[in-house]
């Protein structure tokens, strides 16, 4: 079965952004949920967008993925804009690259999966006034689970389970 990424497109904005793939229910997708926070007007309007699924493999290849983008572009009405501006982004691994470097790329990280770098849905004053509980999900997923420093917490906890020679 072959591995694939998400590409969220907004129209209003004209970004591309990476996601990983994720194929449950679709209220479970929180990593969506998170990165579309960022895609509303001042008045709380939600931008317009498409959500793309692409086979990694040729999401990788640096000549495949240009071609993928220009077709997009094409098929959403190409402004004439410098195609630069419509470069994908990959925006939770930029995210923990900045991270990253802010805590002076230490792999021994104080704020490894802590609370402020867990990805939430904005929906904090909904839950509030509907009387449910602050948000929680089995499936919580972290900024960290993009940063170099999570293959080394990994590796280390692999290593102490015995599942390395």
Known sequence: MAEHVRLLQCLDCKTLEELPDYQGDPRGDHLLEVMVQGHKFPSGTEHRG??????KKHWDSPTTRATIEAQIREKS????????????????????????????????????????KQLTPGTAAERKAAGLPKYRSAQDRFLCEFCPVHSLVVQAARKKAGLYN
């Open 50 to 55: 498409h959500l793309h699924r692409v086979e």
């Open 77 to 116: 009405g190409h402004t004439g804009l410098d195609p630069n501006f419509y470069a994908a982004k990959n925006t939770f691994q930029e995210d923990a690259m900045s991270c990253w470097k802010a805590h002076q790329r230490n792999p021994g990280c104080s704020d490894y999966k802590t609370a402020s």
